[in-house]
């Protein structure tokens, strides 16, 4: 009878091994535990037993019993990894293969410009800001030296949304509070890519428009730092042999304020049509920071002064690249769009 359990054993260690499935498992495990089965047949053998050998008979079918049901588990285990591992390996993707459908996107014209100008400024050692395009009145106007009821306002028809909110006419009031997060305290060196709202609509100019606003405050700063910067700009922008001249403007948080002009790329500034015969092309406004916009953003006008700009983005982007309409900024026509994929 000893003789037959370990040859059961072996039989069962076998067949577990062999088997290939969850359903050959269960039918083992009847096989060899059920009641009913040879090996648990000898059970009932045991009242026929000495007493002294039915001990030792009981650990031997103990230890058999237990060894065939640990070796059912393992195998199931085994099963269910191999089962997983087998369904993983069927659905990897090659992703090796060459995809099939290329058409790309192209990034638009307009976020190529503002990318294009602040790698320039960041090269120069300037960092991003953004401000809100629900902006106070406060900042767009109010900390920018317009007061309520200022003419000046009428320079930008706005967007009020209420009494105290507009849709920011100009990316100008990221200025302000960039100057109020500093708590009067300097360098600041930033430009701030943006959209920007006014009431305004025809081929050259939209309700909605970029702008790329620049400020610089420190200690001394003068006009010539303005210029070089602003040359500098040019001349990676629209090309090497570019110059500027400044001319004498007004803006209302600038003390001086000038409009700056870029000799014509077209015909070199002997006179064309896109400079309209006058060899200068108006480029951006610019100007020494007005002392009462430092005052009122909580810097000391003896000790700081500063210069800032705004540029148009749509404007850059139409004379660099050719564009007679501003509206093809926002009609996303794929044939415009893709025009400028160059990269
Ligand atoms: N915010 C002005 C505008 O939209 C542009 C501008 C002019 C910005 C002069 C400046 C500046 O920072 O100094 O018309």
Avoid at 94 to 111: M, V, W
Avoid at 227 to 243: A, C, N, Q
Wanted: a negative charge.
């Amino acid at each position: 009878m000893i003789n037959r359990i370990h040859e059961i054993e072996k039989e069962a260690e076998e067949k577990i091994a062999s088997a290939e499935n969850n359903e050959e498992l269960s039918k083992l495990q009847v096989l060899y535990l059920a009641k009913k089965s040879e090996l648990m047949s000898f059970m009932a053998k045991m009242r026929e037993l000495k007493p002294e050998e039915r001990a030792s008979f009981g650990e031997l079918m103990n230890s058999v019993k237990g060894k065939i049901q640990n070796k059912i588990e393992e195998k199931r285990n085994a099963l269910k990894d191999h089962e997983l591992e087998k369904k993983l390996k069927k659905e990897t993707i090659d992703i090796t293969l060459p995809y099939e459908n290329d058409s790309r996107g192209a990034k638009h014209l307009f976020q190529r410009v503002v990318d294009e100008v602040s790698d320039i400024f960041i090269g120069m050692g300037y960092q991003i800001e953004e401000g809100p395009e629900v902006e106070l009145d406060h900042y767009n106007f109010e900390l920018l030296n317009v007061p309520k009821d200022h003419p000046a306002r009428d320079m930008q028809d706005s967007f009020f949304i209420d009494e105290t909110h507009l849709m920011r006419s100009q990316t100008s009031p990221v200025q302000a509070r960039v100057m109020l997060s500093k708590n009067g305290v300097g360098p600041i060196k930033i430009i701030s890519p943006g959209k920007t709202f006014r009431r305004d609509e025809d081929a050259t100019h939209s309700h909605q428009f970029g702008q790329i606003e620049g400020l610089v405050i420190d200690e001394h700063i003068s006009m010539s730092d303005l210029l070089g910067t602003l040359e500098l700009f040019v001349k990676k922008m629209f090309g090497e042999k570019r110059s500027i001249r400044m001319r004498p403007s007004y803006f209302p948080f600038t003390e001086p304020s000038v409009e700056v002009d870029i000799s014509c790329f077209e015909c070199g500034g002997k006179g064309c049509s896109l400079c309209k015969h006058s060899g200068w092309i108006e480029i951006l406004g610019a100007g020494m920071v007005h002392p009462n916009v430092l005052r009122m953003c909580g810097f000391d006008t003896n000790k700081y002064q500063g210069f800032a700009f705004g540029v148009g983005i749509e404007r850059v982007a139409m004379l660099r690249y050719g564009i007679d309409d501003i509206r093809r900024f926002y009609t996303n026509d794929l044939r415009f769009n893709k025009q400028f994929d160059k990269e």
